[in-house]
């Protein structure tokens, strides 16, 4: 019998009940692909007892319902409890905060450390919940896995984390984000009220997606007369979002600025087909999921030179400071007004996304659970983490 054959791995699925956006992509991403992979591992789905249909994604993948919510602050010992009689020899936690007892091993998914870099964009409330759960986490975890080495330079520079403890898996676009014949991409803008050529931003509406910066350039754009596109934003409210609410309207933006919500994920890739470029910048982002979604419909790319962004987009998009409102707007003015710059940076995006897939992602996270438990050595006997 294989080593495989005998782990019991659980993975904590909780947070596709309880969020949309990049964690629960993350999640459901990663299952598929394990399980296109791995036929032999006993997995163990742990999700929200109110899911009605738990996403299990082959015959050796069991749900597991439970009744601790995500972010609870009795989470470590409520979900311990719920999962001690499972047996479980690793414990997955996507969203990092792993229960405290009730599994041999744990792996653990660090996607940011925003709220280290930038306390001020939180809630005083979500600042103390976080601060407080990762350094607990960090520790408690044997091994860590990094949506990015941007991601994993800070863990080791914030928490002192050793280098050998993290691993780099990162994230990719799915299948479903391609370029479209431009008629079906109009087609489904159209629904939106949006012809195609707007601006597009791809996000939750919180203070370190720099909307604020983002409205600003957009406004430079319009007084001098570039582009009378418009600017849409599709993504949900987070926290602190009232700032970029009171922007519209101080800079007059009302009619030239839509925000879009509940956006169904089928929708996405003509929006991002159907626009003349996306622009994330963000102060921070543990990946810039929509970078990379959005390079993989062919569109070019406008992202912050900072964290894992540069890392995400190569050479395909451009660079700017996010603090800088004039190199935002000059940089979208670029991409707007260049039609020779747009397509080398379509063919440049579209070579930078096909460098990611969820199979990589797979193979490196499973390579992880097999090093923890001890059952995948290399030729010289070292096991493969990074």
């Excluded at 007892?49 to 738990?54: I, V």
Aim: hydrophobic share 45%.
């Amino acid at each position: 019998m294989t080593p495989e054959r005998w782990m019991r791995i659980g993975i904590d699925a909780r947070i596709v009940y309880y969020a949309r956006g990049g964690i629960r992509n993350y999640t459901l991403h990663l299952l598929e692909a394990l399980a296109k992979l791995d036929g032999a591992t006993d997995y163990r789905v742990l999700h929200s007892r109110k899911e009605r249909a738990p996403f299990v994604p082959g015959p050796n993948f069991r749900a597991v319902p439970c009744w601790t919510p995500s972010h609870h602050r009795l989470e470590r010992w409520a979900l311990g409890a719920e999962i001690a009689r499972l047996r479980l020899d690793l414990l997955h936690t996507t969203d990092f905060i792993p229960p405290a007892f009730g599994y041999r091993r744990s792996v653990i998914t660090v996607h940011d450390l925003t709220f280290l870099h930038y306390p001020q964009f939180l809630t005083p409330a979500s600042y103390a919940y976080y601060n407080r759960q990762i350094v607990w986490a960090v520790r408690r975890a044997d091994h860590i896995l990094a949506d990015s080495f941007a991601t994993k330079a800070d863990l080791v520079a914030l928490l002192g984390v050793a280098q050998e403890r993290v691993t780099v898996a990162h994230l990719a676009a799915d299948p479903s984000f391609h370029p479209m014949p431009a008629m079906e991409a109009a087609r489904i803008a159209a629904r939106y009220n949006l012809r195609p050529g707007y601006l597009l931003c791809v996000g939750t509406l919180e203070p370190r997606k720099n909307l604020p910066g983002l409205l600003r350039a957009y406004r430079l754009l319009l007084d001098e007369q570039v582009t009378d596109a418009p600017l849409v934003v599709v993504g949900g409210r987070g926290w602190l979002y009232q700032p970029i609410f009171e922007c519209i309207q101080e800079l007059g933006l009302r009619g030239q600025v839509h925000l879009l919500h509940n956006v169904p994920d089928t929708d996405l890739p003509a929006l991002y087909n159907a626009a003349i470029l996306l622009t994330t910048p963000s102060f921070y982002e543990g990946f810039g999921l929509p970078a990379l979604e959005a390079m993989a419909c062919g569109t070019p790319v406008v992202v912050s030179d900072r964290s894992s962004l540069p890392e995400v987009v190569g050479e395909a998009g451009l660079l700017v400071n996010p603090e800088e409102i004039e190199e935002i707007a000059g940089a979208l003015a670029r991409v707007i007004t260049d039609e020779t710059l747009r397509n080398r940076m379509r063919e440049q995006g579209l070579a930078q996304a096909a460098r990611f897939s969820w199979e990589q992602t797979a193979r490196i996270t499973l390579s992880v659970y097999r090093a923890v438990l001890g059952t995948d050595v290399g030729e010289d006997g070292q096991s493969p983490l990074m």
